[in-house]
């Protein structure tokens, strides 16, 4: 058992953790959630002993091997299989010991413990974490230099899991991986077979992989039983009852006060008096729940809708050497209201796609035809690199308004997140989420028809990317994501597209059916071709083939379902106990978001008649 026992850890003068306990049973799967900043990467330090603590006690079990992510990334001509094969140090040095030992009894036990450990069935162990998590058989047998540093820190995230160590501490693993990379992290930590804590923002694996909430808020420790969804339920009616204990002993306190206030000078009642101020003294405060707003992102909206399509590319070869085409004889349009979720594993072209369609690669071949005046904008994480360290968001924001007054700039300033002081702080000195919101204010400033995202949620903790999913939502324009969060691409995405085999096809079912084929393929990213088809909307172009009646009718019962569902979800939420005037920000955000599903669900409905009629025309 890991038990952490009223600890304080201060860092830089400033107090994270303030006396605090929780106690972590073996083979316990743990999420480990808070807002950015709170300290849970301070706590992973302190548990491994990298960290001194003011106050307290942290132990661990006496054999227990603890192993997290490496900070830096493995280099050097050795295989990635091998890199990964190194990580079970007991059953390295074992074999390295049985190439030089003499004594028969010595060999034994080490041929005999070889055994215990399943050493010989190793390298097949690795090589399908390996796989899992993106690498071929062919890339497996690579010398590791001759990868880029995010697959190398992949080939770190491997080696940690195939350690297999009694105590698994993940600090936000899903943010070096794609979709399918994730699909295949979550299922595997569903069946670790040992203690895992995992800090992650990531709602779906913390809705599928663990089974207990830690949650770090002003300086405590809770441990919730169940997934994410059940900690947010269980943290809602906590908070409601605190609220209703402090206003009780808040009460209390004031009766109190007001017979010490009247009677501390009568000699007959000094005793009462003098026994209800050590009841006071004694009387230890609840505090009700402070509420952490969350800075909204916004998206401003184009000056004029474009007429449809807004891009359209036609038989288009793209990549960066001539010759060598990473995506060939792509066909494919994107529509003025369009939500397009890439999927497909890292390196299959995604990047290179959202790069043609941004005007950032010139076609080798085929063409493509763009809206005039479309305007498109363009966000990335690598981008972070274009940032200038030493300026602020102010100076971000003055460069692009040189003759604007200061008055507008201080309030582009603040729309995008960066009110008052939070202006003049120094990209250098800001946090990994408040560079991602500044790169979004600076990549939409020109309002544009189009917003391509990818990997935007990389550093955003859990309220910021619903913030950001809200904001995707109420945008008119466009939207294409590549994004490894499934919460992001379920509550926005209404179109998903195959990037893989050198083409872009659409996706005909949704995420689940995608995670299922993922799980179930061989490898942890090969595309069935069998289950995608070309990406353009059948009903938008006379020279198009439409979908048959039969199909349009299943699409739409299934579109009902999903919604329904989604419904349902939104429901549940609007019947908890006084949200209204608890949340009244939540709760408005609810109902505008239900009233959106039923709009979507009186459109599938309608298509369902639509479609269900021509199919009884077609019987007749």
């Given at each position: 058992?890991?038990?952490?026992?009223?600890?304080?850890?201060?860092?830089?003068?400033?107090?994270?953790?303030?006396?605090?306990?929780?106690?972590?049973?073996?083979?316990?799967?743990?999420?480990?959630?808070?807002?950015?900043?709170?300290?849970k990467s301070t706590l992973f330090h302190a548990i491994r002993g990298d960290l001194p603590i003011e106050s307290g006690s942290i132990a661990l079990p006496p054999r227990w091997r603890i192993g997290s992510l490496a900070q830096e990334a493995p280099d050097g001509p050795e295989s990635l299989i091998n890199v990964v094969l190194k990580a079970d140090l007991e059953r390295d040095a074992l074999l390295r010991e049985a190439e030089t030992a003499h004594d028969p009894h010595r060999i034994a036990e080490i041929q005999t413990r070889l055994v215990d450990i399943d050493a010989h069935s190793a390298p097949a162990r690795a090589a399908a974490i390996l796989a899992g998590l993106g690498f071929s058989t062919s890339?497996?047998?690579?010398?590791?230099?001759?990868?880029?540093?995010?697959?190398?820190?992949?080939?770190?995230?491997?080696?940690?899991?195939?350690?297999?160590?009694?105590l698994l501490l993940l600090d936000e693993p899903t943010n070096y991986l794609d979709l399918e990379g994730t699909l295949w992290l979550e299922n595997h930590l569903a069946n670790y077979p040992r203690t895992v804590i995992v800090i992650s923002h990531d709602r779906d694996l913390l809705d599928t992989s663990v089974d207990q909430i830690l949650h770090l808020d002003r300086g405590k420790l809770t441990l919730y039983k169940g997934t994410y969804s059940s900690f947010e339920e269980q943290r809602a009616a906590r908070e409601l009852l605190d609220a209703k204990h402090a206003k009780r002993q808040a009460d209390e306190r004031k009766r109190l006060q007001d017979f010490v206030d009247r009677f501390k000078a009568k000699a007959s009642k000094a005793r009462q008096a003098q026994s209800r101020v050590k009841m006071l003294e004694r009387m230890k405060?609840?505090?009700?729940?402070?509420t952490q707003d969350v800075r909204e992102i916004s998206f401003p909206a184009p000056e004029k809708l474009l007429?449809?399509?807004?891009?359209?590319v036609d038989d288009v070869s793209v990549g960066y050497e001539p010759g060598k085409p990473v995506l060939n004889r792509v066909t494919l349009r994107v529509d003025t209201d369009d939500r397009i979720a890439l999927l497909g594993a890292n390196g299959n072209g995604k990047s290179t796609l959202v790069k043609l369609l941004a005007g950032k690669l010139a076609p080798f071949t085929g063409r493509i035809t763009r809206a005039d005046k479309l305007s498109v904008g363009y966000f990335a994480q690598h981008q972070v690199d274009e940032l200038n360290l030493d300026g602020s968001p102010y100076d971000h924001i003055r460069k692009?308004?040189?003759?604007?007054?200061?008055?507008?700039?201080?309030?582009r300033v603040g729309a995008i997140g960066f009110s008052g002081?939070?202006?003049?702080?120094?990209?250098?000195?800001?946090?990994?989420?408040?560079?991602?919101?500044?790169?979004?204010?600076?990549?939409?400033?020109?309002?544009?028809?189009?917003?391509?995202?990818?990997?935007?949620?990389?550093?955003?903790?859990?309220?910021?990317?619903?913030a950001l999913a809200e904001a995707i939502n109420e945008f008119p324009g466009a939207i294409m994501m590549v994004s490894h969060d499934r919460y992001l691409i379920e509550a926005c995405a209404d179109r998903l597209w195959v990037v893989a085999n050198q083409t872009v096809t659409a996706y005909d079912g949704d995420l689940d059916d995608y995670r299922r084929m993922i799980l179930s393929a061989n490898d942890g990213r090969t595309v069935s071709r069998e289950r995608v088809k070309e990406p353009a909307r059948p009903e938008r172009a006379r020279n198009e083939k439409r979908a048959s009646p039969r199909q349009r009718v299943a699409q739409a019962?299934?579109?009902?379902?999903?919604?329904?569902?989604?419904?349902?979800?939104?429901d549940t939420a609007l019947a908890l106990p006084d949200i209204f005037t608890r949340d009244p920000k939540q709760a408005a955000q609810l109902t505008k978001a239900r009233a959106g599903a039923e709009s979507a669900l009186q459109r599938a409905e309608e298509e369902w008649l639509e479609a269900s009629s021509e199919l009884d025309e077609a019987a007749n």
């Open positions: 058992m890991l038990s952490i026992t009223d600890i304080s850890v201060r860092i830089a003068g400033r107090l994270l953790i303030d006396h605090s306990s929780v106690q972590i049973a073996p083979g316990a799967r743990v999420g480990f959630v808070g807002r950015n900043g709170v300290g890339d497996q047998a690579r010398p590791c230099a001759e990868f880029s540093g995010g697959w190398r820190m992949r080939v770190a995230l491997a080696a940690t899991l195939f350690s297999a160590p009694d405060p609840i505090t009700a729940l402070v007429s449809p399509p807004i891009i359209a692009l308004m040189p003759e604007a007054p200061e008055s507008k700039v201080r309030g002081k939070a202006g003049d702080t120094l990209v250098k000195s800001l946090s990994g989420g408040e560079k991602a919101r500044l790169l979004l204010g600076l990549a939409t400033f020109y309002a544009p028809n189009m917003i391509i995202l990818d990997e935007p949620t990389n550093h955003l903790d859990i309220d910021s990317r619903a019962e299934s579109e009902i379902e999903r919604i329904n569902g989604i419904i349902a979800k939104i």
